[in-house]
Each structure stands twice: as structure tokens, then as C-alpha cells.
């Protein structure tokens, strides 16, 4: 089963990785991104930027770079992240244990498209709008969703964001993945401009594990499109997915 | 439109109205409003009325221990009534060939909540919390692992359209060809956090929910699962139509003119090919909060006018959150497979009577009222959730 699409652009946040020219850098020499960290937050209508989380913070960040005006309100877009606002539930889920009161605005951003619904307020963007997670399928699942989209309006262009950041320090033993605090937002399309990608959902060869790396599986895919490699095979707990560079 | 089909082959659901299709499909028809309960272990000071799932559930198995939660035992109790269309999908297509997408806004917040006080109390957790439990994506990991799916597994959470937008998603995945076969629907569980979260934003009704009333004063919360096993096969009951749109307005609050309702449910027309006359019943969001019913019911107003019979089935079994999608779309599966003659019978608008009369006037289903739809009929359900996020469903009977 493959699927095609095009990649019109990328952007890419992580603590001292902030443009282009510093992902390019840091796909020639990869290496653990930053823990901690957020972006300045001048480019967010200043109503909005109090209530941005760090992760918020991030993934708009990427969402903006990738995405220029006045196509900012017109694309669908996805938010795929593993952890999204969990760390801001265990905070209210704490408050609850203590019997303390809730604060109501911090309950309306504890959704898991809370992400998506500051975007969709902060650009005007009224279209359609999923926010996923898949545990440690979730990269894979986001491109998945992102053609899910495109197949229902394949005329309109797609932003899809994915990014984490470090979970909470009650739940972080729990979990093991790199540790990051990391947005990549790519611009997808289904025809017409861009750099041709094909994405192959193929059976997990039996014995096959997830290699160990030390940055996130969104950072593995952006080192491989800016590597020129022919293809990235990314097993997951199912299915591998496997990742080619299409024909033009 | 040329378009796949897809087939809402066979439904698995559990609510305060009770477990299983027929079940159901009786107290739901008969507007049964005596299965929603007081629980005070919710909210600290506060007896709620909640629709809270009554039956014992199954037991996740040891093997998923990880997995044991009250949410994904209320999934485990839907699926267990589907098992044989699933089994027999997974048997024909492959497991590499089938998938799943559950939405849910609490996943296993109810059981992380305990492990949370623990740790409060003790600085260290339970032996029994795993993350699994709590994470968004344990909760399509989790049927995956069970069934041997091989297929894509992914959980949607866009709050209270979770659900709807699970089975949009599912749509896509068989028109791509990414799937031949797909589990889809939504599961929430009733938790501290939400009763707290919405008790914050004097969002609860102390009685039961009133809808559409004059004197509605909020949200009665409720769990439920319903999952439908989708195929992209002709006949029977199909989605025929998915409408999205995001709001770009506030947080927890809608645009007072419905414009991000309307959108969604004229998309959800476009997409089904057909236009708002060909609509015989709408299962409304109608949460219950001021600011809710007044903007659902200009939007709706505007599209259908008086026409169009409608009901809130939330006073029936709660709003179960990003569940309500996947519910209310079996509610409207039920009332097409119900079909009587050229007649089908209509979950009725349950509430105090009382219109608002500053809120356009809608044709709010009564009891017993059945509606004039020749097959093949259609009906629509809307879900609107926190952040702006819209989805709109249309379900259709097969020429």
C-alpha cells in the first residue's frame, strides 16, 4: 500500500535549532535536540501568548515558519503529538487529588487539540482540523491522518505539525523515547507543486525492532529528507513505514 | 458523488441506557430518562447526576494489564458485542488489512487519577498505573493489541467531536485504500477531572440537562463506547457525508452565530451529495449550555428552517464528551435500522417543555413522533467541541 503526496516545505524548532540553515546543520552531525526550551513568542497576537504552553509555543512556532501568509488560514491541518497538553491534565489532575479548585481556563487547554484550536484562533483558520496521538506510533500515524485529510479535500493544502515536549517528571519513568522539546511542521499537498514523497505501509518484518536513537522519529524524518537518501524505513509497532522519495 | 462506500457494517455500544444495540434502541426510542444516577465521588462538595454505565464490564485481559482501565473496559464491553463481524473482517482482509481509530477525550483519566493521588500522598506511584492507560494513543493501541491488528492505530482527540471525527477518518482510510476493514468510534469514561474542569466553568446542570429549555442550565456529564466496524462495501447503512470547519473564535465558547456549525453541517450535506430536504432527522449536539443551544439552533434554523424533526438525546445519557460523535451517530444508525414501512421512529427531544423563546424555533422531536422518510432516508448528527472543533455527520440508508 502506497500513498503519495507532495511536500511543499518544512520547518522545524528545537532549543538552538531554529531555522533551516541550523536543521541542515544538525542533519549532517545529528544528535540528541535540546530538553527544554521555547521560542520567543512576539510572532503569537499578544491575547494568546499567556496562555501558551511551552509545547504550544513550539509547534505554532513551526506551524508559522512552514506556513506563510495568507495561506496560514486556508490549509486543513493535523497536530499529531504523543504527550500534547498532559503534563497541564497532571497539574489539575494533582489539584483534584489535593481537593483544590480547578482553574477553569487551564481545563479548556488541557484538550488534546488545544494546539490546533490556539492555530485556528491565532491565524483565523476555519477549515477542518484532527489532533492525534498513537503512543510511540505517533509520527507515522500523523502522516497517515494528514492523507486521511487529503483525500477528503485534495484541492486544499495540508499543515501537518507534530512535537513533544519532556513529560512531567511523575510519568517520565514510565516512558522510554528521547527526551525533546521539538515541533516539525511540513506542507503537504496532494498534486501539483512540490517534491514528489511516497509513503509505503508495509508488513513489519518479523524480528525487526525500533532502532534506538537518541532524537525523536520527527527529527529522524527530516534528517533523512534533508540527507537525500533514496528511502527510511521507520518499524513500528505494526506496520513499518517506509518513506521514499517519489518521481517528480 | 463517486465516491467508495462505506459501510457502518455492524455496531458495539455501551450507555447509561444499557448495553447492546437492542436495549438501547428500546429506551432510547422511548425517551427513557430514568437510567441516568446521583454519583457524589465526582466533584468534592457535589452530588452530580451522571449517565453512567450501569452493567459490570469485562475485564481487560492480564496479558494488557498495562491497558486496565475503566475506558478502555467500556471499549473492550462494545467490541465484545461486535467480535464476530470483527473476527470475521480480520479472517478475510488480513490483519495488516484492518485498523483502527477511536477517539476519546478522558482516555484513562479516571484510573490515572488514583494513581495520581497516590503518588500525592506516598511521592511514588502505583504498581498497577502503566502510562499506557492515560495516553491518548493507548486508547486505539489498545483494541489493536487485542484484535492482532496490523493495519493503522491511531486515537483522535478533539474533544466532543472526537468521535464523529473518528469515523470521518475511518471514511478516508478505506477511500485511500489504506484499509479494508476499520474499528472506528469513541469511548469516554466520567472522571474527577472532567466533573471538575466543567464544574470550574459553571458548565453542570444541577438536575438532569434541558436542552433547548428556556430555563437549561448546563451539561449533565455521561461515559459511553460505541464502536462500529466500518467496510468499504455497498448496502446496508453507510456514512454518506463528513462536514469539519474550526471555529477561530475562543477556547471553551462558540461563535454566538453558528457560523462554525453551519459550515460543518453544510460541508457534511456537500460531501453526502444532497441538499438539507433530503435530511429526515438531526440528532442535535444540544449540550444544554446557554451559549451552545442558542448558536446550534440559529445555525440550524438557518439551514433547515422548521423542517427538519430534531432532538438532544443528552438528556437520555448524558454528554459523554468525546464519545457523544460515535453515540449519537449509533443513535442515528438505530433509528434507520428501526425503520417502520416509509416511517422511521425518532429518539424524542426529552426536556422540560419550556422553549426559549429567544432561540429560533426548531422542530424538536416528540415522543412516539415518527417521521415520513421513504427509503433510502438520511439523517445527520452534529458534534461541536472545546477549541472550535466541528464535525458534522451524515448516515444514509442504501438505494
Given at each position: 500500500?502506497t500513498l503519495?503526496?507532495?511536500v511543499?516545505g518544512?520547518?522545524?524548532?528545537a532549543?538552538g535549532?531554529e ?11 545529528p544528535?540528541?535536540?535540546?530538553r ?8 503569537l ?6 496562555r501558551c504552553?511551552?509545547l504550544?509555543r ?5 506551524a508559522?515558519?512552514v506556513?506563510p501568509e495568507p495561506l496560514?488560514?486556508?490549509?486543513r491541518?493535523v497536530f499529531?503529538s504523543?504527550h500534547g497538553?498532559i503534563n497541564e491534565s497532571?497539574e489539575l ?13 487551564k ?6 487539540n ?8 491565532a491565524t ?6 484532527s489532533?492525534?496521538?498513537?503512543q ?6 500523523g502522516w497517515?491522518?494528514?492523507l ?6 485534495p484541492?486544499?493544502?495540508?499543515l501537518l505539525?507534530?512535537?513533544d ?15 525533546a ?7 503537504l499537498a496532494?498534486?501539483g507543486?512540490?517534491?514528489p514523497l511516497e509513503?509505503?505501509l508495509?508488513?513489519a518484518a ?12 520527527a ?8 540527507a537525500?537518501e ?15 522519495r517519489?518521481?517528480? | 458523488m463517486?465516491?467508495r462506500?462505506?459501510s457502518?457494517?455492524a ?5 447509561s441506557?444499557g448495553?447492546?444495540a ?7 426510542a ?7 444516577s446521583?454519583r457524589?465521588d465526582l ?9 453512567a454505565v450501569?452493567?459490570?464490564?469485562p475485564e481487560?485481559?492480564a ?7 475503566r ?5 473492550l464491553?462494545?467490541l ?5 463481524p470483527?473476527?470475521?473482517a480480520?479472517?478475510?482482509?488480513g490483519?495488516?488489512?484492518v485498523?483502527?481509530v477511536?477517539g ?9 487519577e488514583?494513581a495520581i493521588a497516590?503518588?500525592?500522598r ?12 492515560l495516553e491518548f494513543?493507548?486508547?486505539a ?6 484484535l492482532?491488528l496490523?493495519g493503522?492505530?491511531y486515537?483522535l482527540?478533539?474533544a466532543?467531536?472526537?468521535g464523529?471525527r ?5 471514511r478516508?482510510l ?6 479494508d ?9 466520567l472522571c474527577?477531572l472532567?466533573a471538575?474542569?466543567?464544574g470550574?466553568l459553571q458548565?453542570?446542570a444541577?438536575?438532569?440537562?434541558n436542552?433547548m429549555?428556556a430555563n437549561r442550565?448546563g451539561i449533565?456529564?455521561?461515559?459511553a463506547?460505541?464502536l ?19 471555529e ?5 465558547a462558540?461563535d454566538?452565530e453558528?457560523r462554525?456549525?453551519?459550515?460543518a453541517?453544510e ?23 446557554p451559549l451552545?443551544?442558542?448558536m ?7 439551514l433547515f428552517?422548521?423542517r427538519?424533526p ?5 438528556p437520555?445519557?448524558?454528554h459523554t464528551?468525546?464519545?457523544?460523535g460515535a453515540?449519537e ?5 438505530l433509528?434507520?435500522?428501526g ?5 422511521l421512529?425518532?429518539?424524542p ?6 422553549r426559549?423563546?429567544a432561540?429560533?424555533?426548531?422542530r424538536?422531536?416528540a415522543k ?11 439523517v ?8 472550535g472543533?466541528n ?5 444514509g440508508?442504501?438505494?
Amino acid at each position: 500500500m502506497t500513498l503519495a503526496v507532495r511536500v511543499r516545505g518544512f520547518a522545524a524548532w528545537a532549543p538552538g535549532l531554529e531555522d533551516a540553515a541550523a536543521w541542515r546543520g544538525w542533519s549532517a552531525a545529528p544528535g540528541p535536540l535540546g530538553r527544554e526550551g521555547v521560542p520567543d513568542a512576539r510572532f503569537l497576537p499578544a491575547m494568546l501568548r499567556r496562555r501558551c504552553t511551552p509545547l504550544t509555543r513550539i509547534m505554532l512556532r513551526a506551524a508559522f515558519d512552514v506556513c506563510p501568509e495568507p495561506l496560514r488560514a486556508e490549509v486543513r491541518t493535523v497536530f499529531a503529538s504523543r504527550h500534547g497538553s498532559i503534563n497541564e491534565s497532571i497539574e489539575l489532575i494533582e489539584a483534584v487529588a489535593r481537593r483544590q479548585p480547578i482553574s477553569p481556563a487551564k481545563f479548556s487547554h488541557t484538550v488534546h487539540n488545544a494546539q490546533a484550536a490556539l492555530y485556528s484562533i491565532a491565524t483565523g483558520n476555519r477549515r477542518a482540523s484532527s489532533s492525534l496521538a498513537a503512543q510511540e506510533d505517533t509520527l507515522a500515524s500523523g502522516w497517515i491522518e494528514a492523507l486521511a485529510h487529503l483525500e477528503r479535500e485534495p484541492a486544499r493544502p495540508l499543515l501537518l505539525v507534530q512535537g513533544d515536549v519532556p513529560l512531567a517528571p511523575t510519568f517520565a519513568p514510565l516512558v522510554d523515547e528521547p527526551v525533546a522539546s521539538y515541533a516539525v511542521a511540513w506542507l503537504l499537498a496532494a498534486d501539483g507543486d512540490g517534491e514528489p514523497l511516497e509513503l509505503a505501509l508495509e508488513p513489519a518484518a518479523p524480528g525487526v525492532t525500533r532502532p534506538r536513537r537518541a532524537w525523536p522519529e520527527a527529527a529522524e524524518l527530516l534528517r533523512w529528507w534533508l540527507a537525500d537518501e533514496p528511502s527510511l524505513e521507520l518499524p513500528g509497532p505494526r506496520q513499518c513505514a517506509v518513506f521514499r522519495r517519489g518521481e517528480a | 458523488m463517486a465516491r467508495r462506500p462505506c459501510s457502518l457494517s455492524a455496531l458495539g455500544l455501551v450507555s447509561s441506557l444499557g448495553a447492546g444495540a437492542a436495549d438501547t434502541w428500546r429506551r432510547l426510542a422511548a425517551g427513557d430518562s430514568s437510567r441516568l444516577s446521583e454519583r457524589s465521588d465526582l466533584a468534592p462538595g457535589r452530588t452530580l447526576l451522571v449517565g453512567a454505565v450501569r452493567e459490570p464490564l469485562p475485564e481487560v485481559p492480564a496479558a494488557l494489564a498495562r491497558y486496565a482501565c475503566r475506558n478502555n473496559a467500556l471499549t473492550l464491553a462494545a467490541l465484545g458485542q461486535i467480535e464476530e463481524p470483527v473476527q470475521a473482517a480480520l479472517a478475510r482482509f488480513g490483519p495488516g488489512r484492518v485498523g483502527v481509530v477511536l477517539g476519546t477525550s478522558t482516555s484513562g483519566v479516571s484510573d490515572a487519577e488514583a494513581a495520581i493521588a497516590h503518588h500525592v500522598r506516598t511521592q511514588s506511584l502505583s504498581p498497577t498505573f502503566f502510562y499506557d492507560q492515560l495516553e491518548f494513543g493507548g486508547a486505539a493501541g489498545f483494541v489493536a493489541e487485542l484484535l492482532g491488528l496490523r493495519g493503522p492505530a491511531y486515537t483522535l482527540s478533539t474533544a466532543c467531536s472526537s468521535g464523529a471525527r473518528a469515523l470521518a477518518s475511518a471514511r478516508s482510510l478505506l477511500a485511500l485504500g489504506a484499509c479494508d476493514a476499520v474499528i472506528a468510534g469513541a469511548t469516554d469514561s466520567l472522571c474527577g477531572l472532567t466533573a471538575g474542569g466543567f464544574g470550574a466553568l459553571q458548565a453542570i446542570a444541577d438536575g438532569v440537562t434541558n436542552p433547548m429549555s428556556a430555563n437549561r442550565a448546563g451539561i449533565t456529564l455521561g461515559e459511553a463506547s460505541a464502536l462500529f466496524l466500518v467496510t468499504g462495501e455497498p448496502g446496508g447503512i453507510q456514512l454518506q457525508g463528513a462536514g469539519e470547519s474550526s471555529e477561530a473564535h475562543h477556547m471553551s465558547a462558540p461563535d454566538p452565530e453558528g457560523r462554525g456549525a453551519r459550515e460543518a453541517m453544510e460541508a457534511a450535506l456537500r460531501d453526502a451529495g444532497c441538499g438539507a430536504d433530503d435530511i429526515a432527522y438531526l440528532n442535535l449536539h444540544g449540550t444544554g449550555t446557554p451559549l451552545n443551544d442558542a448558536m446550534e439552533s440559529v445555525a440550524v434554523a438557518a439551514l433547515f428552517g422548521e423542517r427538519v424533526p430534531c432532538s438532544s438525546t443528552k438528556p437520555l445519557v448524558g454528554h459523554t464528551l468525546g464519545a457523544a460523535g460515535a453515540l449519537e451517530a449509533a443513535f442515528c444508525w438505530l433509528v434507520l435500522r428501526g425503520r417502520e414501512g416509509a416511517e422511521l421512529l425518532l429518539p424524542p427531544h426529552a426536556f422540560d417543555g419550556v422553549r426559549d423563546p429567544a432561540l429560533p424555533w426548531l422542530r424538536l422531536a416528540a415522543k412516539g413522533e415518527r417521521a415520513r422518510a421513504a427509503p433510502p432516508a438520511r439523517v445527520m448528527t452534529n458534534s461541536f467541541g472545546f477549541g472550535g472543533n466541528n464535525c458534522t455527520l451524515v448516515l444514509g440508508e442504501s438505494a
